[in-house]
């Protein structure tokens, strides 16, 4: 429903105050995350927070609202937050528990990542952001299959499953299989041995993820510049302006008319 009303309709741009629009880019971010659109929401939610009103206390619900939902969706993109995000004096006490889910993603630490979930349950309800916790623990799972990969050439699916908090070396297997069809980790099941060969890791950089990564950046620069220029802008005239001002013009030279005509009168009377 919210989809549908977002779609069909536009935020008037000459009704509209920085702190509205960020409210606006905020809702919608969210709307975005739902619909599992995270670097369409994620975008929005950034320049959210770069919009609201800054200080150490201006908005800082609002901003903190934005923030942790931010986090969240950037997780779900398969990035980890910067820690500056993390290190705000008036928002590092409310973030610690999402700063400890991403941790345990960048850990790929599935014991850990079920612990802070289970223990912070209400506070990640009461921030709306528990529905998008959940989705990823398919990420800590790939996080941590990316580090066995990395540490180990060979590695039983038994020991595998231990490392990462799973029931059993069948769904170790399962998991692994798909993590190698998806392209996640390189490498190799040998069934009837039941372990994991990996293949020789490539250099990333003789991949196209810098580019990815650099793309990004310089996306982000030039929407900022954007921004920036935008606001730097005078509203645009209306033609309503005009027409009063050519309103005005014309009663000035009317009065004007009038006082000349008055003035003569005045000489003529005299003589």
Same mark, same amino acid.
């Given at each position: 429903?919210?989809?549908?009303?977002?779609?069909?309709?536009?935020?008037?741009?000459?009704? @509209?105050?920085?702190?509205?629009?960020?409210?606006?880019?905020?809702?919608?971010?969210?709307?975005?995350?739902?619909?599992?659109?995270?670097?369409?929401?994620?975008?929005?939610?950034?320049?959210?927070?770069?919009?609201?009103?800054?200080?150490? !206390?201006?908005?800082?619900?609002?901003?903190?609202?934005?923030?942790?939902?931010?986090?969240?969706?950037?997780?779900?993109?398969?990035?980890?937050?910067?820690?500056?995000?993390?290190?705000?004096?008036?928002?590092?006490?409310?973030?610690?528990?999402?700063?400890?889910?991403?941790?345990?993603?960048?850990?790929?630490?599935?014991?850990?990542?079920?612990?802070?979930?289970?223990?912070? !349950?209400?506070?990640?309800?009461?921030?709306?952001?528990?529905?998008?916790?959940?989705?990823?623990?398919?990420?800590?799972?790939?996080?941590?299959?990316?580090?066995?990969?990395?540490?180990?050439?060979?590695?039983?699916?038994?020991?595998?499953?231990?490392?990462?908090?799973?029931?059993?070396?069948?769904?170790?297997?399962?998991?692994?299989?798909?993590?190698?069809?998806?392209?996640?980790?390189?490498?190799?099941?040998?069934?009837?041995?039941?372990?994991?060969?990996?293949?020789?890791?490539?250099?990333?950089?003789?991949?196209?993820?810098?580019?990815?990564?650099?793309?990004?950046?310089?996306?982000?620069?030039?929407?900022?510049?954007?921004?920036?220029?935008?606001?730097?802008?005078?509203?645009?005239?209306?033609?309503?302006?005009?027409?009063?001002?050519?309103?005005?013009?014309? @009663?000035?030279?009317?009065?004007?008319?009038?006082?000349?005509?008055?003035?003569?009168?005045?000489?003529?009377?005299?003589?």
């Amino acid at each position: 429903m919210a989809l549908k009303l977002v779609s069909k309709t536009t935020f008037p741009e000459n009704l @509209r105050s920085s702190a509205q629009y960020a409210r606006y880019l905020f809702y919608i971010g969210r709307i975005k995350a739902v619909q599992l659109e995270h670097s369409d929401a994620h975008g929005k939610l950034t320049t959210a927070i770069r919009k609201a009103p800054q200080g150490p !206390k201006a908005a800082r619900g609002f901003r903190l609202a934005a923030t942790k939902m931010a986090i969240v969706v950037e997780l779900l993109m398969g990035d980890i937050p910067d820690r500056s995000t993390f290190n705000q004096d008036e928002l590092k006490k409310s973030l610690s528990a999402y700063e400890a889910i991403v941790q345990a993603v960048r850990t790929g630490d599935l014991h850990s990542f079920k612990n802070v979930m289970d223990s912070n !349950k209400d506070l990640f309800k009461r921030d709306g952001t528990l529905f998008l916790i959940r989705r990823l623990q398919s990420n800590v799972i790939k996080a941590g299959l990316r580090l066995i990969n990395l540490s180990y050439s060979r590695i039983s699916l038994a020991d595998v499953a231990m490392k990462l908090g799973l029931d059993s070396a069948a769904d170790a297997e399962g998991i692994v299989g798909k993590a190698i069809l998806d392209g996640v980790i390189e490498a190799s099941i040998d069934h009837d041995k039941q372990y994991v060969q990996s293949k020789a890791n490539t250099d990333v950089y003789a991949s196209d993820e810098p580019l990815k990564a650099f793309h990004k950046r310089v996306y982000f620069c030039l929407q900022l510049h954007n921004d920036a220029v935008k606001a730097m802008q005078y509203p645009d005239e209306k033609t309503d302006d005009a027409e009063e001002a050519e309103i005005r013009r014309q @009663r000035e030279k009317e009065i004007l008319a009038q006082a000349g005509e008055e003035e003569g009168g005045d000489d003529m009377d005299f003589f």
